[in-house]
């Protein structure tokens, strides 16, 4: 708790939160702020912001309401986000627990399969993955935890290394704890810190590419994503340029937010956070 | 005399120290009877810590025997290795360093009980609380974080965690080297107490001659991977045989010089 006192305390992360804090407010009011299909054709063809009182910030090139469109959009980025970072931090602690505990053999097999999936560049790999498997949420989901576990395995790896050899994990060894419980009790939660301070990094970087993915048309066509309005805006960029700059700073604020709030509870954490 | 509770034959383990492999147990042989205590001294890097480990089955030797109630101890693996181990435990050096920095005081010993079962789970916090009292502390010291209390009670707690179990053996590395020197005599007492109550033998070491000669029966004194000296621990220190333990005796101002009552 003193950790969050601290995280709100320090201007970086009072900053974040406070973007994000809007953010998800946003994509929660979504359905009632703009209930209905936000794909649905809600008005003449290319209004300009700030003109129509029940279209406050214009339509598309087809009478999509833009604001409909940012609202559900905000929810598709952070649930992308949130669920391929949660995916990519467990199965990497997993691994990383069982490679830095479980010693040499498994430890190199293991080891050569997240060099395997490192040397691959991330987006390259999920695009891959997406356009065998099709555009739908999940699979998007799927396919940047793919391409973003390795990095947290690694980490806890390193940290479970260090930690294992510790008096307190010896300990429990001279107790007659079983290993597994050793693994999860002792050594996991005590390596998870840094992780969680990595998965900030990993949700902003996973709704880029979520973004991204969109932006190339290879995300879920019947779900609105920011990505996508700013592929949409981009054949009326002199025209209508608003169409992609505003999903485009839905984008940089929710990114910028996450790394906000990463970069201050490291900086908590790191304070104090731990012995 | 009884049978040795514990028999060491040998015990000999090296490791790489900037390309050398150097002896950390070159050789080492020893006996503890039940209920009694053997003192381990020797000054810093002498292989006593090893030892320790070595015994505890922390670090494997690379050659040598152990038989410890009987069974061949460095035979044994697995889940028969988990059990056994309920008849040896250890008490660390660093009181902070030797309980992960999230437990609580009874969450410590909940898992000592747990683990080998020792009594059914409906008396668990009965027992949790005779164990606090037995160690010394108030009980309203079980809930608090093992962070939020000071050195010495933390090692009350480490001494609490290791007799929870109920062992035939407690080997003790370096257990009151971090404590102060008014909280080391307490804990001395309370080590010899629950010697005189429960019958369990001791391996204390230690590089502190006054300290091990306060509650040793016999003495070894370890130099260079080896066991020099032993004895019954007044012969010994009387009579030094060695320069080794000699430097250790000029080493307390307390046993030199100053007559003693």
């Given at each position: 708790?003193?950790?969050?006192?601290?995280?709100?305390?320090?201007?970086?992360?009072?900053?974040?939160?406070?973007?994000?804090?809007?953010?998800?407010?946003?994509?929660?009011?979504?359905?009632?702020?703009?209930?209905?299909?936000?794909?649905?054709?809600?008005?003449?063809?290319?209004?300009?912001?700030?003109?129509?009182?029940?279209?406050?910030?214009?339509?598309?090139?087809?009478?999509?309401?833009?604001?409909?469109?940012?609202?559900?959009?905000?929810?598709?980025?952070?649930?992308?986000?949130?669920?391929?970072?949660?995916?990519?931090?467990?199965?990497?602690?997993?691994?990383?627990?069982?490679?830095?505990?479980?010693?040499?053999?498994?430890?190199?097999?293991?080891?050569?399969?997240?060099?395997?999936?490192?040397?691959?560049?991330?987006?390259?790999?999920?695009?891959?993955?997406?356009?065998?498997?099709?555009?739908?949420?999940?699979?998007?989901?799927?396919?940047?935890?793919?391409?973003?576990?390795?990095?947290?395995?690694?980490?806890?790896?390193?940290?479970?290394?260090?930690?294992?050899?510790?008096?307190?994990?010896?300990?429990?060894?001279?107790l007659g704890m079983h290993p597994?419980?050793?693994?999860?009790?002792?050594?996991?939660?005590?390596?998870?810190?840094?992780?969680?301070?990595?998965?900030?990094?990993?949700?902003?970087?996973?709704?880029?590419?979520?973004?991204?993915?969109?932006?190339?048309?290879?995300?879920?066509?019947?779900?609105?994503?920011?990505?996508?309005?700013?592929?949409?805006?981009?054949?009326?960029?002199?025209?209508?340029?608003?169409?992609?700059?505003?999903?485009?700073?839905?984008?940089?604020?929710?990114?910028?937010?996450?790394?906000?709030?990463?970069?201050?509870?490291?900086?908590?954490?790191?304070?104090?956070?731990?012995? | 005399?009884?049978?040795?509770?514990?028999?060491?034959?040998?015990?000999?383990?090296?490791?790489?120290?900037?390309?050398?492999?150097?002896?950390?147990?070159?050789?080492?042989?020893?006996?503890?009877?039940?209920?009694?205590?053997?003192?381990?001294?020797?000054?810093?890097?002498?292989?006593?810590?090893?030892?320790?480990?070595?015994?505890?089955?922390?670090?494997?030797?690379?050659?040598?025997?152990?038989?410890?109630?009987?069974?061949?101890?460095?035979?044994?693996?697995?889940?028969?290795?988990?059990?056994?181990?309920?008849?040896?435990?250890?008490?660390?050096?660093?009181?902070?360093?030797?309980?992960n920095p999230r437990a609580t005081?009874?969450?410590?010993?909940?898992?000592?009980?747990?683990?080998?079962?020792?009594?059914p789970k409906a008396e668990r916090?009965?027992?949790?609380?005779?164990?606090?009292?037995?160690?010394?502390?108030?009980?309203?010291?079980?809930?608090?974080?093992?962070?939020?209390?000071?050195?010495?009670?933390?090692?009350?707690?480490?001494?609490?965690?290791?007799?929870?179990?109920?062992?035939?053996?407690?080997?003790?590395?370096?257990?009151?080297?971090?404590?102060?020197?008014?909280?080391?005599?307490?804990?001395?007492?309370?080590?010899?107490?629950?010697?005189?109550?429960?019958?369990?033998?001791?391996?204390?070491?230690?590089?502190?001659?006054?300290?091990?000669?306060?509650?040793?029966?016999?003495?070894?004194?370890?130099?260079?991977?080896?066991?020099?000296?032993?004895?019954?621990?007044?012969?010994?220190?009387?009579?030094?045989?060695?320069?080794?333990?000699?430097?250790?005796?000029?080493?307390?101002?307390?046993?030199?010089?100053?007559?003693?009552?």
């Open positions: 708790m003193s950790v969050l006192r601290r995280l709100l305390s320090s201007p970086t992360g009072a900053v974040g939160v406070a973007l994000l804090a809007v953010i998800a407010v946003a994509a929660l009011s979504a359905p009632w702020i703009a209930p209905g299909d936000p794909l649905r054709i809600a008005g003449p063809a290319l209004l300009p912001p700030f003109t129509d009182p029940a279209l406050p910030l214009g339509t598309d090139r087809l009478g999509r309401d833009v604001l409909a469109g940012l609202l559900h959009g905000a929810r598709t980025s952070l649930i992308v986000g949130i669920a391929a970072a949660a995916a990519a931090i467990i199965v990497g602690s997993l691994v990383g627990t069982i490679a830095g505990f479980a010693g040499r053999l498994v430890d190199e097999a293991l080891m050569r399969v997240v060099d395997a999936f490192q040397i691959v560049p991330g987006f390259l790999l999920a695009l891959a993955f997406v356009s065998v498997a099709g555009g739908s949420l999940s699979t998007v989901i799927l396919a940047i935890a793919l391409s973003a576990w390795a990095q947290p395995a690694r980490l806890v790896r390193a940290e479970v290394l260090s930690i294992r050899e510790r008096d307190y994990v010896a300990a429990a060894r001279v597994v419980e050793i693994a999860l009790k002792e050594i996991l939660p005590n390596a998870l810190p840094p992780v969680l301070a990595l998965a900030a990094v990993i949700v902003a970087a996973a709704i880029l590419t979520e973004a991204a993915l969109s932006f190339l048309g290879l995300g879920d066509p019947n779900v609105v994503t920011w990505g996508s309005m700013i592929s949409e805006g981009r054949n009326v960029l002199r025209a209508a340029p608003f169409l992609s700059v505003i999903p485009g700073i839905g984008l940089v604020a929710t990114v910028l937010g996450v790394y906000l709030v990463s970069e201050a509870a490291s900086e908590a954490l790191g304070r104090g956070g731990r012995p | 005399m009884t049978a040795p509770l514990l028999i060491a034959r040998d015990l000999r383990r090296t490791f790489a120290s900037g390309g050398r492999r150097v002896a950390a147990l070159d050789g080492v042989s020893l006996e503890i009877a039940p209920g009694e205590t053997l003192g381990l001294v020797g000054a810093s890097g002498c292989g006593k810590s090893t030892l320790a480990r070595v015994l505890t089955r922390l670090v494997a030797p690379e050659a040598g025997s152990v038989h410890f109630m009987g069974a061949d101890w460095l035979k044994l693996s697995g889940s028969r290795l988990r059990a056994a181990r309920r008849h040896m435990q250890m008490v660390f050096q660093e009181p902070l360093a030797a309980f005081v009874a969450g410590v010993l909940a898992d000592a009980l747990r683990i080998h079962a020792v009594v916090g009965a027992e949790i609380a005779r164990l606090v009292d037995r160690v010394g502390l108030p009980a309203a010291l079980a809930g608090r974080s093992i962070r939020n209390i000071s050195g010495g009670q933390r090692q009350r707690v480490a001494i609490a965690r290791a007799i929870a179990v109920r062992p035939r053996l407690v080997i003790l590395d370096e257990a009151v080297s971090a404590l102060d020197v008014s909280v080391r005599g307490r804990i001395l007492d309370l080590l010899v107490d629950l010697q005189r109550e429960t019958g369990v033998s001791y391996l204390f070491v230690s590089h502190d001659l006054a300290v091990v000669r306060a509650v040793s029966h016999r003495i070894a004194v370890m130099d260079a991977g080896r066991i020099v000296e032993e004895g019954p621990a007044a012969e010994v220190i009387a009579a030094p045989s060695t320069a080794v333990l000699g430097r250790l005796i000029d080493a307390v101002p307390r046993l030199k010089g100053k007559p003693q009552a």
